[in-house]
């Protein structure tokens, strides 16, 4: 040892040989043993440590190398010589580890990744194996790194590629207890699972929505009679529909149930393939370029779930949320599409809410129930929004320069930024439009409400708007309003194509009939946004909510400027009928030229900061919690004007000072 001494003992920091080991440590000691910050590495072999130690053990966070080119290394926490606490374990192979440890074995929760074979699983560890709660999922040759992980933070939106993935239970090492595998081609299998295999009570999903329900024994659907069956062979005939849909309590208002269902299930086997496409357009939003989005000859076998927020995506494009039917009543509708209820848990209005194509269908022949039910049948309902609403619309709407650049990375990254603040501001609009609790009932906190689970009104915008300051000579209540309706019911850019229009209810006897005989529906009168008061009941969900207030800022901004625009156009007018009166005076051949006055481009960022930043947020009610991160600025001192007359009561006043 060579290094620092206190008292008679090594203290300090100094520098170990071990010769026989051909051991080195540099670095901090206690006690005659390594303690603090030091580095351990061999001259033989390419092991080195550097981190924390006490007592002589690794204790704390450190790194330990494997190899001088630093291939294989961990990385985290250590307690007593052992890897325990957070740590990432990098292998020679390439595979890595990221999570928690004990006693030098992976323990809790944490992901692998096999670049060997291209697998990733994010859950629970035990003893060094998965046992708990987990996602499996096969990415079918392509690179990890060109992959989302569904469960982490890489994975927001919950849209990745469908491959081969189970999500579910695990017992040393293998699926045991319950679970769903989902399968590339769209298929899935949701039921028990024991030592890797379909085993006991569960159902299978076909890719065409089809389900067979039973027992399973060792991957095997069972018979009636008890013997193994080959699913989609004996279990059941081949479907003769897209997707099977259950619409048992909208068929109990027809006059002939059996008729209507087949009636409805040919139509959607009809545009079966022209479905398809749709549900696989809107579900690559985020994933590919639109030209890779609307290519014809695309792959078919690239699918992606679709999501609330893609479906929201679809509904606007072909104009079918309304006042009176918003996208608020449409995700609960959908919500009652769907095969199983997590959604509610999660969220009505949760946009990362998976959606499958059954699910999507059912939902498409329930929103043409509700929102055409003034057609006298199901079957013309559904045929009425496929072919007014679907096909002349979706994946054709182009939109506006406006439009694109809140959709740019610039402004959806500023969204992503303040998401916190946006949230604590709708939380606090909920709580404040919830009525009053009961005796027994206690206040819901805004940061642990769950803003996907509610809606507001147009009211409740507005008066959120007054409340902050909102509200100007540059953004009145109406144009608040009518930028609302602008974002959540859109018109065709298209002037000569008209929206489809929703049908009114009239009821079912103030109905007239025509020459022959048919029902004659008659025609709504056109909407005026900014007179239609009923816009202040609109509900409007979080993900609205959001881009509102962005267009509500835009269109401030846009104002702003043209008022100074304006105010500039009257001076230069004012200097110029001086000029023309002689009262001017004199300038030169340089100054002669006229200033040229121009209207400042308005751009959603400089908005976003103005109206948000500094008019909103500062001054919403101290309740929704933003005042500490965006304080009020501080009030400009008023100008003194020097060149006020001199009077004796400003110096009575100054000496009262």
């Known amino acids: 040892y060579s290094g620092d001494f206190m008292a008679g003992k090594i203290e300090g920091s100094g520098v170990f040989k071990w010769p026989a080991d051909f051991a080195i440590y540099e670095g901090e000691v206690q006690g005659g043993k390594k303690h603090g910050h030091g580095t351990l590495y061999f001259e033989t072999i390419p092991i080195s440590y550097t ?46 580890y990221e999570g928690y440890w004990k006693d030098d074995e992976k323990c809790g929760h944490g992901t692998m990744y096999w670049n060997t074979c291209n697998e990733i699983y994010c859950g629970q560890w035990e003893r060094g194996l998965t046992n708990g709660e987990g996602e499996h999922v096969w990415l079918h040759g392509a690179h990890l790194a060109d992959k989302e992980i569904p469960g982490t933070a890489v994975n927001d939106n919950a849209q990745f590629l469908m491959c081969n993935h189970y999500k579910g239970e695990f017992k040393d090492g293998k699926r045991k207890g319950q679970g769903t595998f989902f399968y590339a081609t769209g298929a899935r299998y949701q039921g028990e699972w024991h030592d890797n295999k379909k085993h006991g009570m569960g159902a299978f999903t076909f890719e065409d929505g089809t389900v067979f329900e039973g027992m399973f024994d060792t991957d095997r659907p069972q018979r009636n009679d008890g013997g193994a069956a080959d699913l989609g062979e004996v279990v059941m005939d081949a479907p003769s529909m897209p997707a099977i849909i259950y619409i048992d309590d909208l068929l109990e208002e027809e006059e002939n149930p059996e008729v209507t269902f087949a009636t409805v299930t040919n139509i959607l086997l009809r545009y079966n393939t022209e479905l398809k496409a749709v549900y696989r357009f809107y579900s690559a939003i985020g994933r590919q370029t639109t030209d890779e989005r609307s290519s014809d000859d695309a792959n078919p076998n690239k699918t992606f779930m679709l999501n609330v927020g893609q479906f929201s995506h679809f509904a606007r494009d072909c104009y079918i949320p309304s006042k009176d039917f918003p996208m608020s009543r449409l995700n609960m509708v959908l919500l009652t599409a769907k095969t199983d209820q997590k959604g509610i848990k999660e969220g009505t209005h949760n946009p ?84 009053p609790p009961e005796e027994d009932e206690t206040v819901p906190d805004l940061v642990l409400m769950n803003e996907y689970a509610y809606s507001i009104t147009g009211r409740d915008l507005t008066d959120l708007l007054q409340e902050s300051s909102g509200i100007d000579t540059f953004m009145s209540l109406r144009m608040a ?123 959603f960022m400089d908005a976003l900061n103005e109206y948000l930043l500094v008019k909103l947020f500062p001054y919403c009610p101290e309740e929704a919690g933003l005042r500490e991160r965006y304080p009020q600025p501080e009030p400009e001192p008023e100008p003194v004007d020097e060149t006020a007359e001199h009077t004796d009561d400003d110096d009575l006043l100054e000496s009262s000072r």
């Not at 966070?61 to 190899?67: A, I, R």
């Not at 974002?487 to 009114?504: G, I, Q, R, W, Y």
Request: aromatic share 10%.
């Open 352 to 435: 990362q809410s998976l959606v499958l194509f059954r699910e999507f269908v059912e939902g498409l022949v329930r929103i043409a129930h509700y929102q055409f039910h003034a057609l006298p049948a199901l079957e013309r309902r559904v045929h009425h929004l496929i072919n007014q609403c679907v096909l002349p619309h979706a994946t054709k709407r182009t939109f506006d320069d406006i439009t694109i650049e809140y959709r740019s990375e610039e402004v959806q990254g500023f969204l992503k930024e303040h998401e916190l603040a946006f949230k604590k501001l709708y939380c606090y609009v909920v709580k404040k439009s919830l009525p």
């Open 481 to 603: 309003l009518t930028q609302m309706v602008h974002v959540n019911f859109p018109t065709p850019e298209d002037k000569n194509a008209e929206p489809p229009t929703p049908l009114p209810q009239p009821l079912p006897e103030i109905l007239e009939l025509d020459e022959e005989g048919e029902e004659v529906i008659p025609p709504e009168p056109p909407e005026v946004y900014d007179d239609d008061y009923h816009v202040v009941f609109t509900e409007l969900v979080y993900a609205e909510f959001v881009e509102v207030l962005c267009f509500i800022a835009h269109k401030w901004l846009q104002n702003k400027l043209k008022a100074e625009y304006r105010h500039e156009l009257e001076e230069h007018e004012r200097m110029l009928e001086m000029e023309d009166m002689d009262e001017m005076p004199e300038v030169t051949e340089e100054d002669a030229e006229p200033a040229k006055i121009e209207l400042k481009p308005t751009t």
């Open 51 to 96: 981190g924390e130690w006490k007592d002589g053990l690794r204790h704390g966070k450190g790194k330990l190398s494997f190899d001088r080119e630093n291939v294989s290394w961990y990385d985290g926490e250590w307690c007593e010589g052992k890897k325990c606490g957070m740590g990432t374990l990098q292998y020679v192979s390439g595979n890595r």
